[in-house]
């Protein structure tokens, strides 16, 4: 049975970093992307940066490039997301999530495995 755990959403200010951790556990093998996604009140979730396991590529939505950075931590079997020079637009409910055997999809509907999701609110 896979589960995603994520943590580290708070409040901060415009400009401040943070950190969202999303810890895995039951995926088996390497075949499999991890990624987060966000989502507002009344918006569909949007695909923010993806992971693939096997050899850690990754990809980004055009919003997050340049200032997020995914990555993962094969002891632990984290996925981390960094988030610098976060703006009151990055605030959202932000989601870990798994899909396997698919390499880095963007598409919410192709990803098998959802966390419950971590509060990230940043003020102006």
């Known amino acids: 049975q896979v589960q995603l755990v994520e943590s580290g959403g708070r409040l901060v200010q415009a400009g401040d970093s943070l950190r969202l951790s999303c810890a895995a556990s039951?995926?088996?093998?390497?075949?499999?992307?991890m990624a987060w996604f966000r989502q507002t009140p009344g918006r569909e979730r949007a695909f923010v940066a993806a992971?693939?396991?096997?050899?850690?590529?990754?990809t980004y939505s055009d919003s997050a490039k340049g200032r997020f950075t995914i990555s993962r931590d094969n002891a632990k079997n984290t996925v981390l997301l960094q988030m610098n020079s976060l703006k009151p637009e990055d605030t959202a409910l932000y989601y870990c999530?798994?899909?396997?055997?698919?390499?880095?999809?963007?598409?919410?509907?192709?990803?098998?495995?959802w966390g419950q999701g971590t509060q990230v609110t940043v003020s102006s």
């Open positions: 999530t798994a899909s396997l055997f698919r390499r880095l999809p963007t598409q919410a509907d192709l990803y098998n495995y």
């Open positions: 992971i693939w396991w096997m050899d850690a590529a990754t």
């Open positions: 039951g995926l088996i093998g390497s075949e499999y992307s």
